[in-house]
């Protein structure tokens, strides 16, 4: 075996090495598109639970989250996990607001529901997310409202 051909087999294993652990760094840091919803102005009511209730279930928080739209446009949100539940908080969604705030010691996100009137009666709808969650979750919730005029009992 020359000189040559073993310094080439080496440079290409070396090469090989590298572009691997380039695709790998390319994809850290960057959401992969498996988890993220398709949302649309479009959406029915039906699919805009379904979408809330994906993402209540698929995060790593200590409870298991569940939305039901009621009549008179309230959200009743169900926070449940094995060792105890919350239970369930109704909040009339057009009388509140939407607020994403930040954990500062682990960067992690909760979206709640603010009622307007008393901002001290938060109701947190989904906490421990990354930030493109957070925005589909209130996104999602900005877009509740629009089906109250839709709701028989309901009128706006």
Known sequence: MSRRSAV???????????????????????????GVLT?????????????????????????HWHYQLLSGCVLEV???????????QQVAI????????????TGDFSVSLVPRTASAMATVVLDRMDEVDASQMVWLLNNLPRFCAVDPEVRP
Do not use: F, I
């Open 94 to 105: 057009r009388e509140a607001e939407v607020h994403k705030d930040r954990a500062s010691d």
């Open 8 to 34: 080439q087999r080496t440079a290409g294993r070396l090469g090989a090495v590298l572009v691997a652990c380039t695709l790998a760094a390319c994809s850290e840091g960057y959401y992969t598109q498996q």
């Open 39 to 63: 949302l649309s102005h479009g959406m029915s009511r039906e699919q805009v639970l379904a979408a809330m209730n994906k993402l209540g279930h698929e995060q790593p928080s200590d409870h």
């Open 78 to 88: 169900h926070a449940r996990r094995l060792w105890g539940s919350r239970e369930p």
